[in-house]
Every structure is written in structure tokens, then in C-alpha cells.
């Protein structure tokens, strides 16, 4: 099972699709204590991975007391971050601290591209170099790219572009309306273009050696299985399944992009959560409504919940974005 924790808020960079709106630190972001107590917590629930971002991570000055404490209890700690604060010392602290791989975002190999969407001059180069710093400390990484309308054609280039710096893994976020991102609906692609970037992803993921995983299109993992590629991959869509986010202020979500409230760690211990609370426990039925709840595929799919809440109001209602629906309704009947 794998965690988000937004550690903070505070970020230095105003990205336009900024799921969490960051910027400013929130005056109710969990302490240093608090932050240990909950990874305590999560261990006890039985999760094995978490990702530390943001806003950007290494804004908390005691990020790496808290990476330190994770690998402790038996998490495996990585980085979800725009990189640009990277320096060889901050590296070489994070690798000492026990950070396992660094998430880093990069949207476009076009440094014009990719700073606008971050609304930073200068971004796209300290990314790279951040990248590249990495491959010359020896600590892992992996690219992290947002679609959108002005980047989908060079997904695959992206990808390439990683592999030649020494990344371990692409994975490819297609845009979900929440947070900055309800702003940018004239950059949104549509299900046939979502589809399109989908088979290229697996179609690539057949030649390269490195990881390639879209997150925020369940699809994949049937559209996968309808063109004969095997993946290490069981399900699309994990919110409430195996997967949930904890924000800066302890308030818990089924994914960062679903913004439902589910409690608090501060008022109930994340483990308690994390078993026994109804919009979990509503989320494992599977009872999705539309064609999501007939569908074939809901399963190894599971519909985007974020998408659907966003467009109908209910986290159970269907995707409204589903590339495999002809194909998926047909089978099911």
C-alpha cells in the first residue's frame, strides 16, 4: 500500500495546476511531533511506501528528520518535489536521511513550455540540473510529467528525455480539475486524446527498460490487457483501496485530487481511519454508479473517483473521461 502526506503547504514555486492551491505555509501544518506520530500511525495501518511532498517538501525544515523517522519504522520514504531547490549537500542529506527516490516534475522538454505552466523563468533548467545532480550523488529518481493539451504530443519525448538523464521511472499525470487545475479547462484533453496518449505510454512501456505509469487514468490497466501487454500494475484507480492523502493541516482525503474529508489525525488516529471509516469503506464496495458500476473492468479499473466527483457531485458516480466505455459497457452486457 502506498501514502501521500502533503507535508506543507509552502511552496517556492506557483504552478498553474497546483492540486493543493500551495504557496503560503498553512498555520495549522502538523508539528514535527505530530508529523512522527503519524508516520507511526501509518506503519501500524500496514502501508510500505510514502510520499513526502508538498507544496514543496524541502520547505519543512525538518523534512529530513522526518524522511529519517519513516525509514525507522519501517516505511519506505520518497520525494515528491519540483526540484529546484536541489544542491549536491541537499542530496547528499537526503540520501543519508534515507530517501529511497526522488520524484521530480518535469512538463515538457521545451524550457519555455514547462516554466510557464510552473510561472517560474529559470524552472526548466534547475529542474534538469537538479536531475542531473542526482545521477552524480547516486540517489534514484524518477519523472513526474502533468498532461495537458499543450504537452500531449511529446509524452513519449519526455520520456526519452528522462531515460537519457538516468531515470528510473516516468510516471505521467493526466490533469484532474481540483485545486489551480479547476482553472485550466481550455488545456484539458478529452477521453479520445486521453486514450491516444494511453496506448503510446504502453506502447512505449514495451521498448524501454524504465518504468512508465499514468496516474489519474485508470484505463490503462484494462486498456493494457485489450492490447496483450503485461504490466506489474492490478488496478487503476487506488483512492480508499490501498492508497489515500494526508493534507498539511491532518485532514485525511481518499487521493490528493478528491477533495472529501474524511477526518482528521488529530481528532482520530490514521489507523482508526484507515479501517473503519464509512467513505473507505464505501469506496472498497466497488458500488459505483453509471457505467462504472456495470462495467466489466471495474476491478482492475475502478474509474477515476476525483473525475467523477468533480463532474456529478458523487466520488460513486462513473468517469465521466472513460476511453474503454463502448468497449467496457459492451463486454458487460
Known sequence: ?????????????????????????????????????LLDEIAKAGFQIIILSGGEPLMRRDIFDLIAHARSVGLR?????????FTPDIIRRLKKAGIARAGIS????????????????????????????????????????????RNFNEVIGITDFAIGLGAKAHHVFFLVPTGRGKDLSSVFIGSDEIRLVLERILLKQKKCAIELKPVCAPQFVPLAMK????LRFARGCLAGTSYCCILPNGDVHPCPYLPIRVGNVREESFSSLWKDNPVFAGLRTLAYAGSCGTCAHKRSCGGCRARAYYHYGDHMSEDPDCVMRKTANTHAR
Open 77 to 85: 520514504p520518497v520525494l515528491g518535489t519540483n526540484g529546484t531547490l
Open 1 to 37: 500500500m502506498i501514502i501521500s502526506w502533503n507535508t506543507t503547504k509552502t511552496c517556492n514555486l506557483k504552478c498553474e495546476h497546483c492540486y493543493r492551491d500551495a504557496g503560503d505555509k498553512d498555520p495549522q501544518e502538523l508539528t514535527t511531533v505530530e508529523g512522527k506520530a
Open 227 to 230: 492490447m496483450g501487454i503485461d
Open 106 to 149: 518535469l512538463d515538457s522538454i521545451k524550457p519555455q513550455v514547462h516554466d510557464a505552466f510552473r510561472r517560474h523563468t529559470g524552472a526548466w533548467q534547475s529542474t534538469v540540473n537538479a536531475m542531473r545532480m542526482c545521477g552524480d550523488e547516486g540517489l534514484d529518481f524518477q519523472v513526474h510529467t502533468t498532461v495537458t493539451r
